[in-house]
């Protein structure tokens, strides 16, 4: 047994759990905060059996949309104009986790 933790954009999320739910996935939705994704982001818990991992992914990422974000005052050390000019960086559509679980129970 396996827990699958999905931190994703709060855009993608009824999406992610429309399919997911539909092929039978069972999950555990949190609301949650952090420096991932600027425009809020939701953590999706997914205890399967392992075989079924990568099929959670193929489908997770069929229905998540990676953006380019446009970003403005970049840090660096290197001086000079260009740090003034907006800077346009990939933003994945998801960041997963696969952790063991020693017992699963349900009560």
């Known amino acids: 047994m396996k827990l699958v933790i999905v931190i994703l954009s709060n855009k993608d999320v009824p999406k992610v759990l429309a399919q997911t739910s539909a092929h039978g996935y069972f999950s555990t939705k949190i609301s949650t905060s952090g420096q991932f994704l600027e425009n809020g982001n939701t953590t999706i818990?997914?205890?399967i059996e392992e075989e079924?991992?990568?099929?959670?992914?193929?489908?997770i990422e069929?229905?998540?949309?990676?953006?380019?974000?446009?970003?403005l005052k970049v840090q660096s050390t290197v001086e000079g104009s260009l740090l003034?000019?907006?800077?346009?960086?990939?933003?994945?559509?998801a960041v997963a986790f696969v952790i063991d679980v020693e017992q699963f129970r349900k009560l």
């Open 52 to 59: 079924k991992i990568d099929a959670l992914f193929e489908l």
């Open 45 to 47: 818990l997914f205890g």
């Open 84 to 93: 003034n000019e907006p800077v346009y960086v990939d933003e994945y559509g």
């Open 62 to 71: 069929k229905n998540i949309t990676k953006r380019i974000k446009k970003q």
